[in-house]
């Protein structure tokens, strides 16, 4: 489990609405971000030149820089640009893949970062880690959360569908995370946060029962709130505990063997739905698969594009992505066979 730094209880300010980009400097004016004004911009690769003419009227002469893509080594280039160049703040605007490099890279510099969201496929817009690529896979590291949060709404209806939808498949884990937790905390004595456990509990019930969608700018607006609510939650406890269980641990574990099968939410929503499979919950059960279903969402590993017997093996595998970490995996310890046969029975039960 990666050490998290703990900074602010909240972000200065959080805004979710359209033109949020082209208001940026209105933001960065507060004092609290920037004395002096001199704040760095840094944009990913896919739609940095649109971003760049976006915030050209508010920012002026700000120096933008372009992170090519989620990796350690962009993120350390990106962090020793901002060391060089003196800057107060660096402003983070694209993807996951863009913003996890921005926090990393503001970290080694040691200066504040604000993020501003153009999509919304996983809770790390907010969240204390860093997800980035390296030589040896993916790693997490643990970063200050942002200084303030913006999500423009006009970049996120660009955004394609799958990703934004995925968005909701990472906010409702958290239930089957939370439970995990509980499972610690009764089994192993681990400590545990009442506050962090509400909070992502909250921001998945505020989208479990909507019946709207992302073509919806009240329902993508609930889903910004609910993942940025679920990264504090991960601040307040000092961990992932709080959003990532044995969901996140077959998620991990897909990540490991089969590399480009999915995205972070669509693979975390399988995952928390087979979790509560084994819990026997079939309550919670249908509710995730019905919310899952009702985004066009992946439910079964074949709809993930894997077979029973790869599904099996990234379950097999998951518990030692997070050492230490105990979820209804580590407490069922189920033998390989065991697994492909609960899988199998996964599949009949919610198979279409």
Same mark, same amino acid.
């Given at each position: 489990?990666?050490?998290?730094?703990?900074?602010?209880?909240?972000?200065?300010?959080?805004?979710?609405?359209?033109?949020?980009?082209?208001?940026?400097?209105?933001?960065?004016?507060?004092?609290?971000?920037?004395?002096?004004?001199?704040?760095?911009?840094?944009?990913?690769?896919?739609?940095?030149?649109?971003?760049?003419?976006?915030?050209?009227?508010?920012?002026?002469?700000?120096?933008?820089?372009?992170?090519?893509?989620?990796?350690?080594?962009?993120?350390?280039?990106?962090?020793?640009?901002?060391?060089?160049?003196?800057?107060?703040?660096?402003?983070?605007?694209?993807?996951?893949?863009?913003?996890?490099?921005?926090?990393?890279?503001?970290?080694?510099?040691?200066?504040?970062?604000?993020?501003?969201?153009?999509?919304?496929?996983?809770?790390?817009?907010?969240?204390?880690?860093?997800?980035?690529?390296?030589?040896?896979?993916?790693?997490?590291?643990?970063?200050?959360?942002? $200084?303030?949060?913006? *999500? #423009?709404?006009?970049?996120? &209806?660009?955004? @394609?569908?799958?990703? =934004?939808?995925? /968005?909701?498949?990472?906010?409702?884990?958290?239930?089957?995370?939370?439970?995990?937790?509980?499972?610690?905390?009764?089994?192993?004595?681990?400590?545990?946060?009442?506050?962090?456990?509400?909070?992502?509990?909250?921001?998945?019930?505020?989208?479990?029962?909507?019946?709207?969608?992302?073509?919806?700018?009240?329902?993508?607006?609930?889903?910004?709130?609910?993942?940025?609510?679920?990264?504090?939650?991960?601040?307040?406890?000092?961990?992932?505990?709080?959003?990532?269980?044995?969901?996140?641990?077959?998620?991990?574990?897909?990540?490991?063997?089969?590399?480009?099968?999915?995205?972070?939410?669509?693979?975390?929503?399988?995952?928390?739905?087979?979790?509560?499979?084994?819990?026997?919950?079939?309550?919670? $059960?249908?509710?995730? *698969? #019905?919310?899952?279903?009702? &985004?066009?969402? @992946?439910?079964?590993? =074949?709809?993930? /594009?894997?077979?029973?017997?790869?599904?099996?093996?990234?379950?097999?595998?998951?518990?030692?992505?997070?050492?230490?970490?105990?979820?209804?995996?580590?407490?069922?310890?189920?033998?390989?066979?065991?697994?492909?046969?609960?899988?199998?029975?996964?599949?009949?039960?919610?198979?279409?």
């Amino acid at each position: 489990m990666p050490i998290l730094a703990r900074m602010l209880p909240a972000p200065l300010t959080m805004e979710v609405r359209r033109g949020a980009i082209a208001q940026l400097g209105s933001l960065l004016a507060d004092s609290r971000v920037a004395t002096s004004g001199r704040v760095a911009v840094a944009v990913g690769a896919g739609q940095g030149d649109r971003i760049a003419s976006v915030i050209a009227p508010s920012l002026g002469e700000a120096q933008v820089f372009r992170v090519p893509d989620g990796s350690v080594d962009a993120a350390v280039s990106l962090g020793a640009d901002l060391r060089k160049g003196a800057y107060e703040a660096v402003v983070g605007i694209g993807g996951g893949k863009t913003i996890d490099a921005t926090k990393y890279a503001a970290s080694l510099a040691g200066i504040p970062m604000v993020a501003v969201a153009t999509n919304l496929s996983h809770d790390g817009i907010c969240s204390p880690v860093a997800s980035l690529t390296h030589d040896g896979g993916k790693g997490t590291f643990g970063v200050p959360m942002p $200084l303030a949060i913006m *999500v #423009d709404l006009d970049f996120v &209806h660009d955004a @394609p569908p799958s990703l =934004v939808r995925s /968005g909701v498949g990472d906010v409702v884990s958290n239930l089957s995370a939370i439970e995990d937790w509980q499972l610690g905390n009764a089994e192993r004595g681990e400590p545990i946060d009442g506050l962090a456990c509400a909070m992502a509990r909250t921001a998945a019930e505020a989208l479990i029962g909507r019946n709207d969608s992302i073509e919806s700018d009240a329902f993508l607006t609930v889903l910004a709130e609910a993942l940025i609510l679920s990264g504090m939650s991960m601040v307040i406890a000092g961990s992932s505990r709080p959003s990532s269980g044995g969901d996140h641990e077959i998620l991990h574990a897909v990540d490991q063997l089969f590399p480009g099968t999915s995205n972070h939410g669509e693979l975390a929503g399988v995952g928390a739905a087979f979790c509560f499979f084994l819990r026997e919950d079939s309550r919670r $059960l249908n509710q995730v *698969v #019905d919310c899952l279903r009702g &985004h066009e969402l @992946p439910v079964t590993p =074949v709809d993930l /594009g894997l077979t029973v017997e790869q599904f099996t093996e990234a379950v097999m595998l998951a518990p030692s992505t997070r050492p230490g970490r105990y979820t209804i995996l580590e407490h069922l310890r189920l033998s390989e066979p065991e697994i492909r046969d609960r899988v199998e029975d996964y599949v009949r039960a919610v198979g279409r």
